[in-house]
């Protein structure tokens, strides 16, 4: 069974550019967690997704940042005129839907390795 | 502040036990969680503990919950070189019938022969 899949894994960006940002979710779960790690910091929630749906976006900046995790194929991390501050670890998290009394463990990612220069 | 807190870094020797200690501040956290992270890789949950327990012990893993004080830790007994790495501890929030972890900075653990 494989786990969460992240694509690609190092991606170098020039200021203004775009970066999109891939997580393919373990099978059989349905819920899809985008965290950002900057350097020497915890990670920090962005957004949670369910198929089609925005659950939770209230860790994502306003402003040039999307996802979205369509009925077929990956989620999508978009982030749109990246900038320096941008640089960063991207880590993706997949959980089945939470049962009664379940701790409802996220299996994460290898992550992707954002650099704008 | 952080949410979550915790100390840096931690150096002990191998065979010696390692604990590593955490405050968090919601209340109604229904779990909270230790993390780890291997370099270059993504978070591994190492174990967990349900808010209403005060201790879990899982292997050479012991995790310890004061409430009042809003305390974690988590003991590893007989310390390896294979335990290095960084420990993330987490509280959580529920959000849309999932729970979300606020992570803390994380401790790196080095193992020294």
């Known amino acids: 069974n494989a786990g969460v899949m992240q694509n690609p894994r190092h991606l170098v960006r020039r200021r203004g550019q775009e970066a999109r940002l891939r997580c393919s979710p373990m099978k059989g779960h349905s819920h899809v967690y985008w965290y950002r790690q900057l350097p020497e910091e915890g990670l920090k929630f962005m957004v949670y997704l369910q198929k089609e749906n925005i659950i939770d976006e209230s860790g994502m900046p306003k402003e040039r940042f999307s996802a979205e995790f369509p009925k077929e194929g990956p989620s999508i991390l978009r982030i749109q005129q990246v900038v320096r501050g941008d640089s960063a670890a991207y880590f993706c998290a997949s959980s089945r839907p939470r049962l009664a009394g379940d701790y409802n463990e996220q299996f994460f990612g290898p992550g992707t390795r954002l650099t704008v220069l | 502040g952080e949410d979550v807190e915790q100390s840096l870094f931690l150096s002990v020797r191998e065979g010696d036990s390692s604990v590593i200690n955490c405050t968090y501040t919601?209340?109604?956290?229904?779990?909270l969680y230790w993390y780890k992270q291997e370099p270059g890789a993504g978070l591994q949950l190492l174990t967990y503990i349900f808010s209403n327990m005060d201790m879990k012990q899982d292997q050479r893993l012991t995790v310890l919950l004061n409430k009042k004080d809003k305390h974690l830790s988590l003991r590893i007994a007989d310390t390896q070189t294979g335990d290095s790495a960084i420990y993330f501890c987490?509280?959580?929030?529920?959000?849309?019938?999932?729970?979300?972890?606020?992570f803390g900075r994380g401790t790196s653990l080095i193992v020294h022969p």
């Open positions: 919601d209340s109604s956290s229904t779990y």
């Open positions: 987490a509280e959580n929030r529920a959000s849309g019938g999932s729970y979300i972890p606020t």
